[in-house]
């Protein structure tokens, strides 16, 4: 071999060692940060198979995080978070549940719309400082009855604001009890919750009947007194954003999003403005507005049901007065409230 030729060969072998090198290394520091990730959250696989699929689907998630944080055009960043290791279907199929009702009867309100004429709006409003009307953030887990804590939130905040009594109250009992059409872990909606309260006579509270994260097949609510009720409930002018704001200013609200994205679920902080589409998978309740004081950009401030590790604290700041009517991730497509 002429001594050009060996010397070109060299030079490709040395390139393709250093890039396996390189692919390696890059490997062995992933693998730390997802045992570090494990350790975080408390996660342990069945066996090695099951580790190695979770490993590459982290590794994947990781990559497009810290490319997306990187490249810094946008007004959120993205971070790991107990669902890393998931992919978008299997996070759908556990941590969302919002299935719109079947029967126009069971979702008939039982009032109009009593903030239609409201003008006496603040230019933001943020609840978790407004009078102490909502309860720390909780945690579905792997339920789909997010329906179940965003009715549950928008219960406690207006026996809050009208009682001043900030009452933490069971999730739990509407998963076990309001199976009419409602279905627990399988999914529900706010409307048909709002209903059955009012023809439960009300609530009992959380310590009364704590959450377990499954469907239970037996309601208990007879073992406990109601401690709130509510007179029924009414829903906003669907698609409009600014009947969503005289509501918000006056309570927090039940609204259904899509909120099973990829950027959506790995919402870490800042003001989201990423795709999202109008199919409703999700409920959280909206708790407030603003303007971000950095990107000038108007926000929703909605309240999730993924616990404090996830987003601001458990909170996301979600953008206000988009073009398309339904709003950012259809937030004011199917959004209703309760009546004290």
């Known amino acids: 071999m002429a001594a050009s030729?060996?010397?070109?060969?060299?030079?490709?072998?040395?390139?393709?060692?250093?890039?396996s090198a390189a692919r390696s290394i890059g490997d062995d520091l992933m693998s730390v940060k997802h045992e570090q990730w494990m350790t975080k959250h408390g996660r342990v696989y069945k066996d090695s198979a099951e580790k190695d699929l979770r490993f590459k689907i982290f590794k994947q998630n990781v990559e497009y995080i810290e490319s997306v944080n990187n490249a810094g055009n946008r007004t959120y960043k993205l971070g790991t978070n107990q669902f890393t290791d998931l992919t978008n279907e299997e996070f759908k199929a556990t941590h969302n549940g919002f299935m719109p009702s079947k029967s126009a009867a069971l979702q008939k309100p039982t009032g109009g719309f009593r903030y239609g004429d409201v003008t006496d709006?603040?230019?933001?409003l943020d609840w978790r400082t407004e009078g102490s009307v909502l309860t720390p953030i909780k945690n579905q887990r792997e339920c789909g009855c997010c329906w179940a804590f965003s009715a549950v939130a928008a219960v406690e905040a207006i026996t809050a604001i009208t009682t001043g009594q900030l009452v933490s109250l069971s999730e739990q009992e509407l998963v076990d009890c309001d199976t009419n059409e409602n279905k627990g872990c399988g999914g529900g909606n706010m409307d048909n919750a709002f209903k059955f309260i009012v023809g439960n006579g009300g609530?009992?509270?959380?310590?009364?009947?704590?959450?377990?994260?499954?469907?239970?097949?037996?309601c208990n609510s007879q073992e406990f007194?109601?401690?709130?009720?509510?007179?029924?409930?009414?829903?906003?002018?669907?698609?409009?954003?600014?009947?969503?704001?005289?509501?918000?200013?006056?309570?927090?609200?039940?609204?259904a999003i899509e909120g099973y994205g990829f950027d959506f679920r790995h919402?870490?902080?800042?003001?989201?403005?990423?795709y999202c589409g109008t199919q409703l998978t999700h409920a959280v309740a909206v708790v407030g507005y603003g303007t971000a004081s950095d990107t000038g950009t108007e926000?929703?401030?909605?309240?999730?049901?993924?616990?404090?590790?996830?987003?601001?604290n458990g909170y996301m700041r979600i953008q206000r007065d988009v073009d398309a009517a339904e709003?950012?991730?259809?937030?004011?497509?199917?959004?209703?409230?309760?009546?004290?």
């Open 225 to 255: 007194s109601n401690v709130v009720t509510i007179s029924g409930y009414e829903d906003v002018p669907a698609n409009s954003e600014s009947s969503l704001l005289k509501a918000v200013a006056n309570q927090p609200v039940s609204v």
């Open 121 to 124: 709006i603040p230019e933001s």
């Open 299 to 312: 926000y929703w401030l909605v309240r999730n049901s993924w616990g404090r590790s996830w987003g601001e």
């Open 267 to 274: 919402y870490s902080s800042g003001v989201f403005t990423g």
């Open 327 to 340: 709003g950012l991730c259809g937030i004011a497509m199917k959004a209703s409230y309760p009546l004290a």
């Open 5 to 19: 030729s060996r010397q070109c060969f060299l030079v490709a072998l040395f390139m393709i060692i250093g890039v």
């Open 203 to 218: 609530l009992t509270t959380e310590e009364n009947y704590p959450y377990t994260a499954s469907d239970q097949g037996t």
